[in-house]
């Protein structure tokens, strides 16, 4: 690396966060996570091989693509794509053993027929109005159309809930109703009573141990957040990703000075700005441009001015001792102090990852409450949430992992 921005992926964090939520299961519940959009921004397969060892019996993915590259990338573990697929698709995932979703009769019809049984689960919409069959009828004949196929066997049923994360669970409540109608329904025309059954999403993980059923679909909070800040987890959660770019030049300048793109800042006061190698084409919002805040020095400074594609001003003149070189902390945890971007820089790659690694581990070590800025946090300045925030970091930005 040599640029100066980059994430650091705490697959420990993975492992523990999925642990911690394996611990809120009845021991016959299956956990699912997700790690579609390269595993929440993380990268599919190292997340996938974090959650694996925290204890993760499934992989959720939202395309066809995905599921094939986690195969490619050597996963074995079960695998079901939530995502709408096409009868090319449906083909194309079960000829590589990954569990496809139904939710329209119409495209089981148009399946080609297979040489080996494929695993569906039948996607019912309880309220989402998203994808699965929405009325009875609709679900009926869905369950009946993938019965008459020979090459088909039905391995679960499902919904998705739309407002688990909100303040009141009234809405999910009621999709709940909804979606407990439907299987009634289908267990009095013949579904089997061992098929697994499906609901929870992180809000409803965390907060409705009777919604777990079956099987739970583990995303966000894998990831370290819990789905919004209007409940409180149950769990600790840590952040598994930590997001930096490196002051790469601090001037002082007169008050009156305008920063960044369509001068939108004005300096108040002699200020000391900060330059950082990061900007929305990384994935950080331009929505933050004199809004965000970064930390630098284990202190938050403002973000002067429009972020920009490649890089951001921040106003560093309350901030003692901001130095090029310096790495500051996008959201995540707080930046170890001695790290050096014109130092690291200048290693040799492997040395480069192994120091970073062990600086990493020993400052979160010896400080365990060294600031952290949540992604919530970041999110809520940007008025969007945490999963969007980690799902933009760009492919550009290189992914330091720390292992399990
Ligand atoms: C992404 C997704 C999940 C996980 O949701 P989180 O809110 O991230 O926990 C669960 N189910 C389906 C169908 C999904 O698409």
Same mark, same amino acid.
């Given at each position: 690396?040599?640029?100066? #921005? /980059?994430?650091?992926?705490?697959?420990?964090?993975?492992?523990?966060?999925v642990?911690?939520?394996?611990?809120?299961?009845?021991?016959?519940?299956?956990?699912? +996570?997700? !790690?579609?959009?390269?595993?929440?921004?993380?990268?599919?397969?190292?997340?996938?091989?974090?959650?694996?060892?925290?204890?993760?019996?499934?992989?959720? +993915?939202?395309?066809?693509?995905?599921?094939?590259?986690?195969?490619?990338?050597? @996963?074995?573990?079960?695998?079901?794509?939530?995502?709408?697929?096409?009868?090319?698709?449906?083909?194309?995932?079960? &000829? !590589?053993?990954?569990?496809?979703?139904?939710?329209?009769?119409?495209?089981?019809?148009? !399946?080609?027929?297979?040489?080996?049984?494929?695993?569906?689960?039948? &996607?019912?919409?309880?309220?989402?109005?998203?994808?699965? %069959?929405?009325?009875?009828?609709?679900?009926?004949?869905?369950?009946?159309? @993938?019965?008459?196929?020979?090459?088909? &066997? +039905?391995?679960?049923?499902y919904?998705?809930?739309?407002?688990?994360?909100?303040?009141?669970?009234?809405?999910?409540?009621?999709?709940?109703?909804? /979606?407990?109608?439907?299987?009634?329904?289908?267990?009095?025309?013949?579904?089997?009573?061992?098929?697994? @059954?499906?609901?929870?999403?992180s809000?409803?993980?965390?907060?409705? &141990?009777d919604?777990? /059923?079956?099987? +739970?679909?583990l995303?966000?909070s894998?990831?370290? *957040?819990?789905?919004?800040?209007?409940?409180?987890?149950?769990?600790?959660?840590?952040?598994?990703?930590? /997001?930096?770019?490196?002051?790469?030049?601090?001037?002082?300048?007169?008050?009156?000075?305008?920063?960044? *793109?369509?001068?939108?800042w004005?300096?108040?006061?002699?200020?000391?700005?900060?330059?950082l190698?990061?900007?929305?084409?990384?994935?950080?919002?331009?929505?933050?441009?004199?809004?965000?805040?970064?930390?630098?020095?284990?202190?938050?400074?403002?973000?002067?001015?429009?972020?920009?594609?490649?890089?951001?001003?921040?106003?560093? #003149?309350?901030?003692?001792?901001?130095?090029?070189?310096q790495?500051?902390?996008?959201?995540?945890?707080?930046?170890?102090?001695?790290?050096?971007?014109?130092?690291?820089?200048?290693?040799?790659?492997?040395?480069?990852? %192994?120091?970073?690694?062990?600086?990493?581990?020993?400052y979160?070590?010896?400080?365990?409450?060294?600031?952290?800025?949540?992604?919530?946090?970041?999110?809520?300045?940007?008025?969007? @949430?945490?999963?969007?925030?980690?799902? %933009?970091?760009?492919?550009?930005?290189?992914? !330091?992992?720390?292992?399990?």
């Open positions: 690396m040599l640029r100066g #921005t /980059f994430a650091m992926i705490d697959l420990r964090a993975i492992q523990a966060n642990h911690a939520v394996r611990g809120l299961l009845a021991a016959s519940a299956k956990l699912l +996570v997700t !790690v579609k959009a390269n595993g929440y921004g993380h990268g599919a397969a190292d997340a996938a091989r974090g959650a694996l060892a925290g204890g993760a019996d499934y992989l959720g +993915v939202a395309s066809p693509e995905e599921a094939l590259a986690l195969r490619e990338a050597g @996963i074995t573990a079960p695998i079901l794509c939530l995502g709408a697929v096409t009868p090319a698709a449906a083909a194309a995932l079960a &000829k !590589v053993n990954v569990d496809i979703t139904l939710g329209e009769p119409w495209v089981v019809d148009e !399946v080609p027929q297979f040489n080996h049984t494929v695993s569906v689960h039948l &996607k019912l919409d309880s309220g989402m109005t998203r994808l699965g %069959a929405r009325t009875e009828a609709d679900a009926l004949a869905l369950w009946r159309s @993938i019965q008459s196929r020979s090459d088909m &066997k +039905v391995v679960g049923v919904t998705h809930l739309a407002a688990s994360d909100a303040p009141e669970l009234g809405h999910a409540e009621r999709q709940m109703e909804r /979606f407990e109608a439907l299987l009634q329904r289908l267990y009095a025309d013949g579904l089997p009573q061992d098929i697994i @059954i499906h609901a929870a999403n809000g409803a993980i965390l907060r409705r &141990k919604w777990h /059923f079956g099987m +739970v679909r995303g966000i894998a990831y370290g *957040y819990p789905a919004s800040q209007d409940f409180e987890s149950p769990i600790a959660l840590s952040p598994a990703m930590h /997001f930096y770019a490196a002051v790469t030049r601090v001037t002082d300048v007169p008050a009156g000075t305008t920063v960044s *793109y369509g001068a939108t004005t300096a108040s006061r002699p200020s000391r700005i900060a330059t190698a990061a900007g929305y084409a990384d994935g950080y919002h331009r929505a933050l441009s004199n809004r965000g805040e970064v930390l630098l020095n284990g202190k938050l400074v403002p973000i002067v001015g429009r972020v920009c594609m490649d890089q951001m001003m921040v106003d560093v #003149t309350d901030c003692e001792g901001v130095r090029e070189g790495v500051a902390t996008l959201f995540g945890r707080s930046a170890p102090p001695e790290w050096n971007w014109y130092d690291i820089g200048s290693m040799p790659a492997n040395e480069q990852l %192994a120091y970073l690694i062990a600086t990493f581990r020993a979160e070590q010896h400080e365990p409450s060294a600031p952290l800025l949540s992604a919530d946090s970041v999110a809520s300045c940007a008025d969007t @949430i945490s999963y969007e925030l980690l799902c %933009a970091v760009a492919g550009r930005v290189p992914r !330091v992992v720390v292992e399990a």
